[in-house]
């Protein structure tokens, strides 16, 4: 339960959950996501900090543009997390 809290937290932020949502549609460059964020490029970056140390998103370099991605597997487990808890409690 703890596990899934800490995920939820994560995630229940508006922002965080926007970038992932950009991301679901497919590998983005930062330069990519800031523009459709409506927040400044540190807060962005933040949010994109945050959701690389949580393991959802990853990322890698190419040339010079740092690119990002959902790491499937993550979300795999948050999913499988998710309905095991609430399949549980019903």
């Known amino acids: 339960m703890n596990k899934l809290k800490k995920f939820l937290k994560i995630v229940s932020n508006e ?6 949502l950009l991301l679901l549609d497919g590998e983005k460059c930062g330069c990519e996501i800031i523009p459709k964020m409506n927040l400044s490029q540190p807060l962005v970056s933040y949010h994109l900090g945050i959701l690389k140390s949580s393991g959802f998103i990853k990322n890698k370099w190419i040339g010079r543009k740092n690119i990002y991605y959902v790491n499937k597997k993550k979300l795999e487990e948050f999913k499988k997390l998710f309905n095991e808890t609430f399949t549980l409690k019903m």
């Open 15 to 20: 922002s965080r959950l926007k970038i992932l």
